[in-house]
């Protein structure tokens, strides 16, 4: 079994040339060319093929591992090593030219994540973190933010594809943002969560998010001093993501749960 360096230095080099193909084909012209859950969940044929090339890639090097991405699923089986992928998180900003877009790739052994990388494939900026082992920024060590008072936190958070559920999220914000310095959504979970990691953002929160959204960044955000939880105890998933440093964690979860942000559709 590799080491989580190793395993690492691995999901690095496929991030890097994954991107490098998203910025390629980005170059040349991007469609949306189908929905998924809705009118406004596109899917690119970029997405397609960065996600094909990480699945070849790690196959050639890593056959007997598998893999969970976004766009063709998988990862069932028992496996040494689970690789969880989002080809292109922020696939809205991509196909705007928005430069908020990247490569998330994590290791997961025995359902635990080792090690992950998260690549903003418009910037070649990159967050990379193992278990245990600390949270970097292109190399440089990482720490959440230092501040104790919520209503000095500036805190991200995104919105689902479905209008009735943006609806819902949008009253979450409208009880939260008076208890806050302010709210920013940029359209990349994973990059929210490393902007937690190096103290861009206080704190973050999402409902709606699946293994590939969360997984790589939620590693670094740990790694770097934040709590990484769902609401009322339960782990971070679908029904919810906070991540935050300590001193904030307690206050923004309890104004989460009292404001439902789990609920709704």
Known sequence: MESQAELLALAVSVA??????????????VDPVATKSTATDVVTAA????????????QHVRPDDTVLGEEYG??????AVRWILDPIDGTVNYLYGLP???VSLAAEVDGVVVAGVVRNAA?????TATLGGGAFADGRPIRASGETDLGQALVGTGFGYAAERRLHQARVVA???????????FGAASIDLCLVAEGSLDAYYEKGLNPWDHSAGGLIAAEAGALVTGLDGNPPGVD????????LHAHLHDLLSKLDAAGGP
């Open 16 to 29: 890097r040339s994954a991107g490098d193909l998203a910025n390629r084909m980005r170059a040349e012209g």
């Open 100 to 102: 908020q877009y990247a």
């Open 240 to 247: 919810m993501v906070i991540a935050a440093p300590p001193a």
């Open 175 to 185: 009880g939260l943002i008076g208890h806050i310095r302010d709210i920013r959504r």
């Open 123 to 127: 910037t070649g900026r990159e967050w």
């Open 47 to 58: 997405d397609r093929a960065v996600e094909q090339h990480v699945r070849d890639t790690l």
């Open 74 to 79: 998988g990862g069932q089986g028992h496996a």
